[in-house]
C-alpha cells in the first residue's frame, strides 16, 4: 500500500496563477483533511471532508476550494494564488470515528510569488 | 479558534537526556494525541491518550492525559539522535470529526 501520496511535492506559482493539488489513499478511509503548515503555527485546518462527496471548511479555507468526487481523492485548489498562501500543504486520511489516527502524506512545498 | 499551547517551542538536548514536553488547553479536551513529524515527512501519530489521568507508553515514549482533561505531557527517556522532528499534540472537536494542532515542540538532539 502506498497510503497516503501528495502530487506535486514542490510547486512556485505567480501571483494570481491557479493550481490543484491531488491528495490520493489506497486504504479506503472515509475521512480526509487538507492542512497548511507555517513555522511556528502547527497544523491548521483547510478543508475536510466526511466521505465521498461531501466537504467542510475548517479554520483557514479562505482562498481554497476542493473536491471528493471518489472516495480515495481529495483535490485542493486555489483559484487565485497570494503570497500569503506559501506554505507546505499537507492532506491526511483517517478511518472514522471512533478512530482518530491520522494519516499524513509527505507535503506540499508551495511558494507563491 | 481554539489554541494548543506547547511548551517549550524548541529544545537542544545531549543525546541520553530525558526530554518532558507539554500542551494545555483552554477547553476540555475528550482525547489527546500526540504526533512526531521527521524533517521533510508528514506528521506520524505516537500515542493515543482517552482517560484524565491515563498514562501510556510506547517504548521510550510515555504520555499523560492530565486530570484537568486541559493539558497532557510527553516524556522521552534516554534520548538518541533519531529523537530529532518536531512533536504535536492535537485534540478532536465537533464531534471528532475535526482536530487542533499545537504549534510543535522541535527537538534537537546531539551526538
Known amino acids: 500500500n502506498a497510503g497516503v501520496t501528495q502530487t506535486p511535492k514542490f510547486r512556485v506559482l505567480k501571483t494570481g496563477q491557479s493550481m490543484t493539488l491531488l491528495c490520493a489513499q489506497d486504504?479506503?478511509?472515509?475521512?480526509m483533511y487538507w492542512y497548511r503548515q507555517d513555522p511556528g503555527m502547527g497544523l491548521r485546518l483547510i478543508h475536510y471532508s466526511v466521505g465521498e462527496g461531501t466537504t467542510a471548511k475548517g479554520e483557514v479555507p479562505d482562498g481554497y476550494n476542493v473536491s471528493r468526487l471518489k472516495k480515495q481523492n481529495f483535490l485542493l485548489g486555489l483559484e487565485s494564488a497570494a503570497p500569503s498562501q506559501t506554505s507546505v500543504y499537507f492532506c491526511?486520511?483517517?478511518?472514522?470515528?471512533?478512530?482518530?489516527?491520522?494519516?499524513f502524506g509527505p507535503g506540499t512545498r508551495l511558494t507563491v510569488l | 479558534g481554539q489554541q494548543l499551547n506547547q511548551s517549550p517551542q524548541s529544545m537542544f538536548i545531549q543525546e541520553g537526556e530525558d526530554v518532558s514536553m507539554n500542551c494545555t488547553s483552554s477547553s476540555i479536551f475528550n482525547t489527546w494525541l500526540w504526533y512526531k513529524q521527521d524533517p521533510g515527512e508528514g506528521p506520524v501519530l505516537l500515542i493515543a491518550?482517552?482517560?484524565?489521568?491515563e498514562l501510556t507508553s510506547n517504548g521510550r515514549l510515555t504520555a499523560q492525559f492530565g486530570i484537568t482533561r486541559k493539558d497532557s505531557f510527553l516524556n522521552i527517556s534516554a534520548s538518541i539522535p533519531s529523537d530529532v522532528g518536531i512533536y504535536f499534540c492535537?485534540?478532536?472537536?465537533?464531534?471528532?470529526?475535526?482536530?487542533?494542532f499545537g504549534s510543535g515542540t522541535k527537538l534537537n538532539v546531539k551526538p
Open positions: 492535537a485534540g478532536p472537536y465537533d464531534n471528532f470529526n475535526k482536530f487542533y
Open positions: 491526511a486520511s483517517r478511518v472514522g470515528f471512533p478512530y482518530n489516527e491520522q494519516f
Open positions: 491518550l482517552y482517560k484524565a489521568g
Open positions: 486504504m479506503n478511509h472515509e475521512y
